[in-house]
């Protein structure tokens, strides 16, 4: 924790103010919302509840939730003088997912499908089955959520976009890749992750939208685990390197703690992002297009700027820590670049952003891809020096947040390393 701690990136006003919330539960000196959530009382038994009901007892619930949060921030309420109560908060978010996922509105495909039935599919294809395709402790995300320790990143399988560029698309395109995970054994491979010294618990894929019932069913297990999971193991990618299990890694007042990262499309629903807003303590999401016709050429994703703006500015809104990932692509600087990153100045001023130069022609943009499609012979090559560089100096004229992020991940480009 202490090497964590002392990273240069903490010392930069504008990251360690912005990311205040998620540095402090990721160092335990902060409880996870997921551990609030626990704290929130709801007086009513929840079998037998429509999801109407549910929902109003959720939002009643949320608001005393904030109100928590807010006297923990403040020092006016103790973690210690809050019970853990049955049922709460979370078990509402349990009740919700599920009954959700028998008219799949997780994401805003909204399809409406049945997925407990082996009927009907929607557009992700996925029933209720979750499958993990790795997980381990990533070190190539940026230094904030790498840490020193890595970050422990979970890929979970498929996705409800298409990018016919996906760097992932063994995991995103093959929804049948990877080991069918329980809630008790994502549970149990979260705890394995931190408690190996992972600084957080990195739900991504694929996409982990999709994933939702699973996922919430998986943090309302978390506690300090005494059995293994030796299944859950077979998708872990890192079982060649001898991590210990250490429980200061993830001690707070007695209980199991980590912080919960949402690394994603951002393509869900409104109720999606109701679900989230009080157990993700760190966001990590993509702002790929800056246009809805280059969104369903290149990703087949309708609605998209309308959908993944709105879900952005949400959680500018509410003021939780996020950092914004966005990926220069070939040939898009003036059409998606540029507009997305002055939605961002315009919307979320100040916000940490990482711009990516680290694009590369893959899956149906590959030549050399038995799927590549001349259609796409345009983004078949790397962007070039001129468009990262203007896309850096369009940022900074706009008073973009980006540096410490960016040029930490990609020395490339650097000023420093520049003629
Ligand atoms: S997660 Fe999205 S794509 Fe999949 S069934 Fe649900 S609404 Fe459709």
Redesign the pocket.
Known sequence: MAAFESLHVWKTPEIRERLDWYFQVSVNKLPAKYLLCRRVPIYDELDGLTEEELWRLHDKAASEFHRIRQGIREGSITFKELRPEKPNLLDVKAALVKKMLRH????????R?D?TTGGK??????ESTTRVSSYFHHRGEELPIRGTKGSGTIFFTSC?MRCVFCQNADISHDKDNGVVFTSQMLAWAMWQLRMEGCHNINLVGGEP??HLHTIVEAINMLRFFKETYAEAMDAKADIYYPYSLDTRNAYYEGEFNTPILWNSNMYM?GETMKILRELVDIWLPDFKFGNNKCAIWLSRTPWYFETVSQNHRQIYEWGEDIVIRHLVMPGHLECCTKPVLRWIAENMPGTPVNIMDQYHPDCYCNPSDPRFDKRYSDMARYPTEEEILESYRYARSLGINFEEITFEKSLRFHPLFLR
Do not use: A, K, P
């Not at 799949?104 to 399809?111: A, K, L, Q, T």
């Not at 599919?121 to 996925?126: A, S």
């Open positions: 799949c509105n997780f994401c805003r495909w909204n399809c499908v997925r599919h929607g557009t992700c294809q996925l409800n939208t999709i629903s």
